[in-house]
């Protein structure tokens, strides 16, 4: 049960913001509820127009949707969490966002016959290799609405869109502006939608008002730091940023797009990779992140001994560690994230290599630089945005890897009779400024899946497949002998 000053405290903070909330037109009780966009939702305001943060939740059907049931599950869906139901407003003077929340569900499912998908599909340049399940994902993650933000039009976070695939299957895409959904979110709101098709009813009901941002919830003083330590750090990671090593950049001209390559894990290897990491006491995030730099190391041809400085990033899940605390399916962004670096020299044994990537994360976190320094990794993501020459061949990119720490755990087998479920996946841009990779790792039904997101043609899908194909041997082969 959450203590009363608990909620005392977020009605005083909830109230103090509703007061201040910055809104272009004058407020009357007809007009939909709104509150400007926290600190970090800000970031992700700024970093969409350029391509990243479009989150999309792909599902491959072999039965074909209802789509008045489906309609009306996303308006269910709308009305629990009105996030989902807001639009985003932007007001250029000064620069800034708001949410506004309509009463009712507004979504409305935009349907592709056949021919209209095939004409979508032809249209994409997505290889031989791909499947259509494939294509339509990318395809999604590079429609941008918020691309030019409009103060005369306010743009909706929430899109949904149906294509039909010439082999009798079905591709549910739910795209969504990262600011008002983050991977657990996504996870969330996929588990609470098929439960939703099935014909279940969700047991989670909102109060009819957008939460408030991330920077609301961090407990009293955890997020503290004194000024001259803001600085200081905020030059540290600025002059670090010169020293990160990048894998090699393919195309910096041509306009760009999010890719992505699938890695999958069978049972018995999930299994091996999962109890390791359990016997040297680390998470996954660990591990892979360790066969990420190793692939690196090795793609880049640089002799054995010549030691190179990477940036990992790691992005955790804060809900659990709010004030108050919040479920898992509380619909918003409530990550934070950790940058540490890393030297390289590509004769590390892969294991004592993840041991210490996962301690360098854990003793950060400790000290709880995800609140502390929430506000610095902010502020240099927008700044990398406002000057890209900043970064590397001004490829805006900051680490050459994210991960997540933990991965997402699906048990949804059960319901592919039910519902029709074939496949799915879940993912966000990452073409404007961010990692060369994202890793977005799922265990489901005990097998590891991740989906690898790169900024294309900055990197190739070649490129990409040869690193995957790395990243695979060196943790089946050097992590196992073979």
Sequence with gaps: MIEIDKWRTYNLRRNHLKHNMNSSRPATT??????????????????????????????????????????????????????????????????SFSYITPATPQIQIQPFDLESTSKILQTLDSGTSVSPFHSILEHELNKNSWENPDPSSDT???????????????????????????????????????????????????????????????????????????????????????????LNFKDIVSPRGSRVIRLQFNGEETMRITSKCEDREIKLCGLLAAAGLSACH????????????????????????????LSGNHIGFYHSAILNSHDVNGGEDLWELAKQIYMSFMSAKNNKKHFTDMTDLNFLMCKAIEN???????????????IFEDPIIDDSSKLDEAIGLKDSIGCGSIHGVGPSIAIFDTIRDG??????????????????????????????????GG
């Design 156 to 246: 909706d976070l929430f899109f949904a869109s149906v294509y039909t695939l010439q082999d009798e299957t079905w591709v549910l895409a739910l795209r969504l502006h990262t600011s008002a959904c983050d991977r657990t979110s996504i996870a969330a709101l996929r588990s609470e939608l098929l439960r939703l098709m099935e014909g279940v009813e969700s047991e989670f009901t909102g109060n009819g008002e957008v939460s408030l941002g991330i920077e609301e919830y961090i407990p009293s003083g955890q997020g503290n730091k004194p000024f001259w330590a803001r600085g200081f750090d905020m030059l540290g990671y600025s002059l670090n940023s010169f020293r990160f090593s990048n």
């Design 30 to 95: 007809a007009d939909p509820k709104s509150r400007t966009v926290g600190a970090t939702e800000h970031s992700w305001c700024k970093a969409v127009p350029g391509g990243t943060g479009i989150t999309v939740l792909a599902i491959l059907l072999f039965k074909p949707p209802d789509l008045q049931h489906l309609q009306n599950a996303l308006h269910k869906l709308q009305s629990s969490h009105p996030i989902l139901n807001s639009k985003l407003h932007f007001n250029p003077a000064p620069e």
């Design 298 to 325: 090795s793609l880049k041809e640089i002799p054995v001994n010549q030691w190179e400085k990477y940036a990992v990033t790691t992005l955790i899940d804060c809900r659990s560690i709010l004030d108050p605390v």
């Design 447 to 480: 097998k590891l899946d991740c989906s690898f997101v790169y900024p294309s043609p900055l990197h190739s899908r070649e490129q990409m497949r040869e690193f995957v194909d790395e990243m695979k041997r060196i943790i089946l082969e050097d992590g196992f």
């Design 388 to 402: 890209p020459g900043l970064t590397a061949s001004g490829s805006l990119r900051t680490a050459v890897l994210s």
